[in-house]
């Protein structure tokens, strides 16, 4: 069956600018996660939505980042004047259920590139 | 605090040996263990966990995994290893008594195997 899917693949903006990434999820999952990725690190937990709601966000930056889950299935992570920072592959991943035990299943991952 | 260590950045292994990558957990308890592989430029795929029963766990393409809890260790282990193998290697962890299901992860293992 169809994984998570994630575009664009790759996105570069200017410093300032506003961005949406999305996130689709696997038919049927419940609990959808957003992370991020600098190179040569781990992911780095964002938010995480259970149905349509944020269950947690505080892994959440700061309040230029902000995400949606409208309809409990597809995710769009929008990021408010991007800074230089804010570079780095965005992962999404969705689990079927909301269980500690439940495995999450990643995305391609979005590459942003803030110039 | 909860935190997961991968000690070596980089494991070399020859094709055919075995190979092992390195994890250790800090979580209070009986935490959940995942391990994941990321191929270049690619999402993190799914390799394996333990939850609960038998410390050696079976997972993908060959690989197991052994929960020590004693050392509070979930090494990462292959028979005989493929070229194919070369990629970085997270270990992650979930605390089963928080409410927040976010995992904690390492900072991965670039796993080299050579001809």
């Known amino acids: 069956g169809a994984g998570v899917s994630q575009t664009p693949s790759n996105k570069v903006t200017e410093k300032g600018k506003y961005v949406e990434l999305r996130c689709d999820p696997i038919s049927g999952h419940t609990a959808l996660y957003w992370y991020r990725q600098s190179l040569g690190q781990g992911p780095e937990f964002l938010i995480y939505?259970?149905?349509?709601?944020?269950?947690?966000d505080s892994g959440l930056p700061n309040d230029r980042f902000f995400a949606v889950r409208p309809e409990g299935s597809v995710s769009t992570l929008k990021i408010q004047r991007t800074e230089r920072g804010d570079s780095a592959v965005y992962l999404c991943?969705?689990?079927?259920?909301?269980?500690?035990?439940?495995?999450?299943?990643f995305g391609p991952g979005t590459r942003l590139t803030v110039l | 605090a909860q935190s997961v260590a991968q000690p070596e950045d980089q494991v070399n292994v020859a094709e055919g040996n075995p190979l092992t990558v390195k994890c250790t957990y800090s979580v209070s308890g009986n935490p959940y263990l995942f391990w994941y592989v990321q191929y270049p430029n690619r999402g993190l795929q799914f390799l394996l966990k333990?939850?609960?029963?038998d410390n050696l766990v079976k997972g993908s393409y060959g690989f197991e995994a052994e929960f020590n809890k004693s050392q509070t260790s979930f090494h990462l282990k292959k028979p005989s290893a493929l070229v194919s193998d070369s990629a970085l290697y997270f270990c992650?962890?979930?605390?089963?008594?928080?409410?927040?299901?976010?995992?904690?992860w390492g900072a991965g293992t670039k796993l080299i195997i050579k001809p």
């Open positions: 991943a969705s689990s079927l259920g909301q269980g500690p035990t439940d495995t999450q299943y």
């Open positions: 992650a962890v979930r605390d089963p008594r928080r409410s927040n299901y976010q995992l904690i």
């Open positions: 333990y939850i609960t029963g």
């Open positions: 939505f259970q149905g349509t709601g944020a269950a947690d």
